[in-house]
């Protein structure tokens, strides 16, 4: 297990019960703290982690603490998102209906742990997320704190209050609360290191094409550079460790992904997903550095997993990517899915050789010393050491249960066709 850096801020003793709230510096959260204190009569303890998203968590503190929150912690969380999160998700090539690699999905339950750390180190009896009630992101806040904490109790004062995005401002200006100054973005996103989303807006017409500014990781493929890149990726035990023969740490290693492969226009992804809401929506990501490495991964697996292996993980991997969309990482079910999952690694070790050019990933080339490819075996040039002579019994063998088949049932199914002639050519009788 990764350990996450902290720097703390802790809450003095008060009689007041307190409320860990997730803070992400933003508006709503700002304005939740002074909300939570008014509605609820609550200290709150302002908690913001980093999990590869753009911002400053040190200043997160200062706003947090001028806004009134009794303490406030900033959480370097990348290595232990990296670790415990991605790679799990990596070698389950995790991909939500087959397009989405869960990059916000896959954050929230450490987010929700280390808000359930935090809230237990201070006595909190509540804590207190910024998700709306149509997202999965609530689902998978309060599903994930209850399974670690049960007795805690879950506060979403966006579900609660009912104030528009300008009465929040006015809010926020009678009680002196600092308006983050941000650009506007006509989109509503969520960025980590595994990825960015994107929904809202124009977007919601999911008949027309996602707009040019909103896509900020990735160039577009018209621009991006007439030459492809190559990059060589190296895996141990199906989690990558080097680019181009450097050995990389996990954090490192996942921005440079995403920016070699955003820099060919890799990882664009349109999708209309299902909700676990029960809302069908259309969102967009740019998740250059997954996209790349997961096609990495399932290429090095066809090469030193077994044929049954491969097919049967499929399974397992859809599965295990619904329980993580769902909310549902931390969940029995997922702890024996993974189990699985990681029993395969054991030998997906090697290096793949990507092609980047202007959109596509195209894996080129892998080698590893468990690999089960053998050109002995495989090539119909010089050098064949495959027995054609067997080809001929095998085929007898695998074939004998349909030829089994067809001859047992052959007289029989005369007879059944003959009847069913026989009854569509005389009428049937009508009842009275
Ligand atoms: N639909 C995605 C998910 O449920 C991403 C949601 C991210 N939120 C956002 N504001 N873009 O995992």
């Excluded at 929040?168 to 996103?189: F, M, Q, R, W």
Aim: charged share 30%; hydrophobic share 40%; glycine share 6%.
């Amino acid at each position: 297990m990764a350990s996450s850096k902290k720097k703390v801020n802790a809450a003095p003793k008060s009689e007041r019960k307190k409320v860990v709230l997730a803070y992400s510096g933003g508006l709503d959260t700002s304005v939740a703290i002074r909300w939570l204190q008014e509605n609820h009569d609550l200290d709150v303890v302002a908690v913001s982690i980093d999990v590869g998203q753009p911002g400053d968590m040190e200043k997160n503190i200062d706003r947090a603490k001028s806004i009134g929150s009794v303490a406030a912690y900033a959480i370097d969380a990348r290595e232990a998102f990296a670790e415990d999160y991605v790679w799990p998700s990596l070698k389950a090539n995790a991909l939500y209906q087959g397009i989405y690699p869960l990059s916000t999905a896959i954050a929230r339950p450490l987010i929700a742990k280390l808000l359930v750390d935090v809230a237990k180190k201070e006595g909190a009896d509540f804590i207190a997320h910024g998700c709306t009630a149509k997202g999965n992101d609530q689902v998978r806040f309060d599903v994930s704190i209850a399974a670690l904490a049960p007795n805690i109790k879950i506060l979403a004062p966006m579900r609660e209050w009912v104030m528009t995005r300008e009465e929040e401002i006015d809010y926020a200006k009678k009680n002196g609360i600092p308006i983050p100054v941000k650009k506007a973005c006509p989109y509503s996103t969520d960025e980590n290191l595994w990825g960015r989303s994107c929904e809202c807006g124009v977007i919601e017409d999911a008949s027309k094409e996602p707009p040019e500014d909103s896509h900020e990781w990735t160039v577009s493929p018209l621009k991006a550079p007439d030459k492809p890149t190559y990059v060589e990726i190296g895996f141990e035990r199906g989690v990558p460790v080097s680019v181009d023969g450097r050995k990389l740490p996990p954090v490192e290693l996942i921005v440079r992904m995403n920016k070699l492969a955003g820099e060919n226009g890799v990882g664009r992804i349109d999708h209309v997903e299902d909700r676990l809401v029960g809302i069908k929506s259309r969102e967009t990501y740019e998740c250059p550095g997954a996209v790349t490495l997961i096609k990495a991964h399932q290429s090095l697996e066809g090469l030193v997993l077994t044929r049954d292996v491969l097919s049967f993980k499929k399974l397992v991997e859809q599965r295990f990517s619904e329980l993580a969309y769902d909310g549902l990482w931390f969940s029995p079910l997922m702890d024996a899915l993974s189990a699985f999952v990681e029993s395969t690694q054991k030998y997906v070790t090697g290096v793949v050789r990507v092609k980047l050019y202007k959109g596509s990933a195209e894996v080129v080339g892998r080698e590893s010393p468990y690999s089960l490819y053998n050109e002995g075996l495989a090539t119909y040039a010089k050098g064949d050491e495959f027995d054609h002579t067997s080809a001929e019994g095998f085929i007898y063998v695998w074939g004998l249960p349909l030829r089994t088949v067809a001859s047992a049932h052959k007289d029989k199914m005369k007879v059944v066709d003959e009847k069913a002639e026989k009854a569509k050519s005389s009428p049937a009788k009508k009842r009275k």
